[in-house]
């Protein structure tokens, strides 16, 4: 039996433009921290603690992402763009459920 220790999954970019980007699912990482690995823009000003929503991303994907938790809520509650399918892409662990996902990176904060 074969051990995943990437996963594949798509970023679309605020100008249309889609990224294939592999993450790996061994050093707790979360999707805030990958898109920056990539030279995406997503600031994270806050370090990923659920303060700045400069990380939100439209999921686009049926996979399991698990719930907004309480402080990812609050935040979305006070952030701008938000849609149902917003989460924050520093509280969504990179794990192999999320192999094959589609974010798509939410407009800047004004
Ligand atoms: S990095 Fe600030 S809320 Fe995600």
Do not use: W
């Amino acid at each position: 039996m074969s051990v995943v220790s990437d996963i594949n999954i798509t970023v679309t970019d605020r100008k249309g433009v889609s990224h294939q980007l592999t993450a790996p699912v061994d050093m707790n990482m979360n999707l805030m921290e990958v898109c920056r690995s990539y030279d995406l823009p997503v600031e994270g000003v806050c370090g990923g603690m659920a303060m700045c929503a400069s990380c939100q991303v439209y999921v686009h994907t049926e996979q399991y992402l698990g719930e907004r938790n309480n402080d990812e809520e609050a935040m979305l509650d006070e952030a701008y763009h938000v849609k149902s399918n917003s989460r924050l892409g520093c509280q969504i662990p990179i794990s192999t459920e999320l192999e094959g996902a589609i974010f798509e990176l939410a407009p800047e904060e004004p």
